[in-house]
């Protein structure tokens, strides 16, 4: 069955420092989302990705498909107490119109002060 | 702010007791979901629904059984709890077609089985 699967699984980074978080799927996905979870909440929506290649930024973080549409990343930029939590991406065969989203184990990212 | 609410936060039960996790949406959402969620683990798609009368099982096999009779509602039974239950069931929904599929999901409720 399809499989995502995400790196690293831990990550501490100094307050101000760059955070990146990989994520790879088995097979070719149609689309990818991304959602974040705090420590003790429920997981919440970032962004979805669809075209091969597609780059999109909110604020300090970036997103990124891979052209094969097996891969993706998350980028942020110089990173804040308040960017702490695990960030997970999701991918699909198929479009949102019959297929669900399978997530990858997640990267839990530690900012230090 | 997602209009989707899971009932009961927090659930400490005996083995063998029969459980009802109850999920609420307002949103009108035709597809929903339950995830279940080790502390710290990934998400496991158990079970989902495209609309009323329409529930299939996800990923994770679970001993668990669901049912949509609403539109709104999407409840997780368990018959017979046993400690192997003991997770966080997170309910979602999302709009079916929607421009971005997003998955709202609900607070989620922690079982504790002992």
């Known amino acids: 069955g399809q499989q995502v699967m995400q790196i690293p699984q831990y990550q501490h980074v100094q307050e101000g420092e760059d955070f990146t978080t990989y994520c790879n799927s088995s097979?070719?996905?149609?689309?990818i989302q991304w959602y974040k979870q705090r420590p003790g909440g429920h997981p919440v929506f970032l962004i979805q990705?669809?075209?091969?290649?597609e780059v999109k930024k909110q604020k300090r973080l970036t997103f990124q498909f891979g052209e094969a549409k097996k891969n993706s990343s998350l980028h942020i930029t110089a990173t804040q107490t308040t960017d702490v939590g695990t960030y997970f991406c999701?991918?699909?065969?198929?479009?949102?119109?019959?297929?669900?989203?399978?997530f990858g184990p997640g990267t839990r990212l530690s900012v230090l002060p | 702010e997602a209009d989707i609410y899971q009932t009961p936060r927090y659930l400490v039960i005996g083995t063998g007791k029969k459980i009802t996790l109850e999920c609420s949406q307002t949103?009108?959402?035709?597809?929903m979901y339950w995830y279940q969620q080790d502390p710290g683990m990934e998400l496991h798609l158990i079970h989902y629904?495209?609309?009323?009368?329409?529930?299939e099982k996800g990923d994770l096999s679970s001993e668990s059984t669901v049912s949509r009779i609403r539109t709104e509602h999407f409840p997780l039974t368990l018959e017979s709890a046993r400690p192997s239950h003991t997770s966080q069931y997170l309910c979602?929904?999302?709009?079916?077609?929607?421009?971005?599929?997003?998955?709202?999901f609900g607070e989620g409720s922690r079982l504790t089985v002992l």
């Open positions: 949103m009108g959402h035709d597809k």
């Open positions: 979602a929904s999302s709009e079916f077609g929607g421009p971005t599929g997003e998955l709202f």
């Open positions: 097979t070719t996905l149609s689309n």
């Open positions: 990705l669809v075209k091969s290649g």
């Open positions: 999701a991918g699909s065969l198929r479009d949102n119109y019959g297929q669900n989203f399978v």
């Open positions: 629904s495209y609309g009323v009368n329409s529930t």
